[in-house]
């Protein structure tokens, strides 16, 4: 038994992505809930399955189904980070095969931009590293970086370079943030802020919420003509703080990646878009090694030469994603959102041509947890 | 307006035995009677063979960069005068992996693999925290 192909996106909708307008996170998520419904054909009655995490609520499915007034019988506030959104596709997919619910949402909400300054985590910080002084996550991610440097002869230059594919990208919309090319150079001049990572190293930081609808295969089908199918679901977990990191530089993504291409049945070479959590030039390097798109330590010498760029050998995070598009805090929803709107045929001057299959990636903390979904306009393989 | 204080911690548990053995000037990891690995940070349950038996051992306190950042933003108010400050993961001659801050080296010399020592800093009369220095050349021989 498998969830493969069982069940399907019939709905999304991301607002706000950069600043938002009055509205809280709650609200965020409660606005993108509707338009995604409504994407799809259904109500809020409709719903029985809510699944959601955030920074902000420490029981955010209770808070998002008291300010929705639903009373879902399916509950889910998987909390992995970032990537805990597209663990939840999987874990919709199950309630959905399983009966315990038929109308699964999947939503987040964030104002982390219009919170600039304030903090906006619940996490507890670990004493081990809290009183020396690091900036979570930065911190952790330059020391990632140093490593991979020292390891594999990584430079800032090819970090920068993936910066600029990202922009370019994010050019290719109509809501890039900094509707301006980015040059390697412009990366450089940045400034430190934790050795080797400059400023443009980093997601930007910005608002936005955003929700899919999942239902059943047979229901998808009645719902609408292009249904996004869940071929393929994967987890898998490391750690939780830095200095508990076996290994800087290998990540479980190798792990959840092939439960999730197993499942769907599908090998790399495959996929038509790839859509990977970009926090840090270097969280995207070291994924796309551990995905298996570049050999390990090869990272550097394959986003060189515009690789990752529009034309490029892959196409990745053609929205620009979290380095030059959207970053409210959990990138993966929005990753997720990307895909379905490249399988729909809906990505305007950016959508890549017949995408019928997409890899979502997703890592949590730093480079803790790792959540892949295979995302298809088929139901089989 | 006062000076910003420090940032409290809460050690918990084996939390506060590490930290309690840090005011003794003592850095301390576990080796476990069942399998004999080296654990840190302390743990009530081996993580290689999931025995209870782990003896709290000291450590020499000397070790090598296994990677490190150095950070021109402070984490906390607390911190700001510091910046820019190096923070080291160091793996120890026993075999586990430690983070702490680097002293006593400017950030553009510090390097992955380089030698480094423990020093014990009494920042607060309740709280000793570790830090690293690197270990000179002449010091080694
Ligand atoms: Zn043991």
Redesign the interface.
Known sequence: MSIRGTSAIVGAAQLDTFKTDGKSPVGLMAVAVNRALADAGLTLADVDGLFTASSYYAFPTLTLAEYLGIHPRHMDSTALGGCSFIAQLGHAAAAIQAGLCDVAVVAYGSTQRTDAGKLVSMAE?S??????????PI?AF??????HM??YGTTSEQLAQYAVSAREWALLTDTAPYPTPLTVDEVLNS???????HKLDCCLVTDGGAAVVLVSAERARDLRDNPVYLLGSGEAVNHRN???MPD?TATEAARSSQRALQMAGVTLDQIDTAHVYDAFTISLLVLLEDLGFCAKGEGGAFVENGNLAPGGSLALNTNGAGLAQVHPGMLGMFLIIEAVQQLRGDAGRRQVPDARLSLVHGMGLTLAAHATAVLSTQPEP | MSAPT??P???RGE?KVF?DRLREHKLVFQRCAGCSHAVF?LRTVCPHCFGESLDLERAAGTGTV???????????PF?AA?V??T?V?VDLDEGV?????LVDCP?DDV???MPVEAVFDDVEPE?T?LRFRPVSIEEQS
């Open positions: 910080s004493p081990y590293e809290q009183p020396y002084g690091l900036i979570h911190g330059g020391m990632v970086a140093q490593r020292a390891q400034g430190v802020i934790t050795s080797p990572l830095v200095s508990q800087l | 420090r940032p911690i809460t050690p939390e930290f940070p296994y990677s490190f950042t150095a950070q021109a933003r402070a984490s906390h911190f510091d820019p400050y923070l993961l992996r430690v983070f702490a801050n950030p390097s992955v693999g709280l925290l």
